[in-house]
């Protein structure tokens, strides 16, 4: 593929991390305004780099023509929560959506990568309207908690810097600074009745500011 097929391959997948970029944020807005709390703390998405994608059809082994369904994150969204029960929250509100549709789930909180890497994917099928008609793409849905994403931002900064061969001692401890995040969550985790009860007055008291 030539730099213009490539622009016109991934124009869908551009426009799927758009729609649900906002369609995320969307429902955090729409659950915090309802008074509810919102299992949402914020979103991102990004569409794979050209080289990432074909790196990883090479390790896949997915041909050229095949990348539409070999490659299942060509369109990624990553949405943060503030605690680990909300990712089981988030999942449940995706798997009910009438606007995608779930194709299968990875746990790598339960089941948690060597690395340390922790987050709930889920595999989506979305589809895009084009000039062209109606085009369905995967989307690979990362949730995680904050001090999941501090983990994995960094870890993946290092990684990307050593070209994946971190030194072993680096990678003994950032499988301890996972150790850490997870036990970090689950303390945070046991005091969420204390913390949420904390923000609703803290934002019921802003409100009454904001009225006066
Ligand atoms: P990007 O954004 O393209 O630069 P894999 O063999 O790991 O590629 P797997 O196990 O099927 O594939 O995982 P999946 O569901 O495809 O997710 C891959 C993505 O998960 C990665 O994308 C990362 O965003 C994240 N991820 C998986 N393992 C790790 C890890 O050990 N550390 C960190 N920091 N992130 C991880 P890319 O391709 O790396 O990112």
């Not at 955090?28 to 990883?56: N, Q």
């Not at 060597?114 to 084009?130: A, C, D, L």
Request: glycine share 2%; proline share 2%.
């Amino acid at each position: 593929m030539d730099s213009r097929d490539w622009k016109k391959f991934l124009i869908p997948y551009e426009q799927a991390v758009e729609e649900l970029k906002v369609k995320f944020k969307t429902l955090r807005t729409e659950m915090k305004a309802r008074e509810e709390y919102s299992p949402i703390e914020f979103v991102t998405g990004r569409v794979k780099r050209i080289s990432s994608i074909l790196e990883k059809a090479k390790r896949l082994q997915v041909p050229m023509d095949r990348l539409e369904q070999g490659i299942e994150d060509i369109s990624g969204i990553r949405i943060m929560c503030q605690f680990i029960q909300d990712i089981r929250t988030l999942s449940e509100l995706i798997r009910q959506r009438k606007d995608m549709s779930v194709v299968y789930e990875k746990d790598y909180i339960t089941n948690y990568k060597e690395s340390g890497y922790r987050s709930y994917h889920i595999i989506v099928e979305y589809p895009v309207q084009t000039s062209l008609g109606l085009k369905t793409v995967l989307a690979e849905v990362q949730i995680r908690t904050l001090a999941m994403n501090f983990w994995a931002t960094i870890e993946h900064s290092l990684s990307y810097k050593h070209r994946e061969r971190l030194p072993e001692d680096v990678k003994n401890r950032l499988q301890r600074a996972a150790e850490a995040a997870h036990a970090l969550d689950q303390e945070m985790s046991s005091i969420r009745d204390e913390i949420m009860d904390a923000q609703k007055l803290f934002e019921d008291n802003s409100n009454l500011v904001s009225k006066v």
